[in-house]
């Protein structure tokens, strides 16, 4: 690997490459850790590390009402989306790759924005669980229903990750 380094370090001293293809080359050798960092250093400052998973859409919003009827009315007068499923405490819009829902307090629950989800690929939730517990155990992540994961952000913001085609 010293040959190797060596290489680069002379390439990039005679022009040979600029300051992106040496850091490049650099990673290639898995020297990316060493030069970037670990753990939130790395994503917080915009670091190179690769991501846990490979987010596609923003699968749906959750919000919490104390008024179903009455926030379903205030949603369809804003923005005219169609009502993709709704009974007494819920209603859901349909959106192109996702939904709005809008779902009835439980005890203990304030009026609000509860949390969003993001699409991932081929999802696989035991697996991200394991993940997650392993790369961020402070995000305190758990598994719902089998095939969901839920997790709260440095801010305590909540998050859901599930397969791209999830539906409730």
Known sequence: MDDELERLFTMYDRGRLDRRQLLQGLLGLGLGT???GT???ASASGGLRE??????TINHVTIRTADVTRSKAFYQSLTGLAVRAEDKDSCEFRLDHGFLGLYALEAGQRAG???FCFGVDAFDAPRALAALKSAMPDAQP???SGDQVFLRDPDGVRVQLADVKYKR
Request: no cysteine.
């Open 34 to 36: 060493a030069l970037v």
């Open 39 to 41: 753990g939130s250093d």
């Open 51 to 56: 991501p846990l998973f490979r987010a596609h």
């Open 113 to 115: 924005y509860d949390h």
């Open 142 to 144: 758990s598994l719902e």
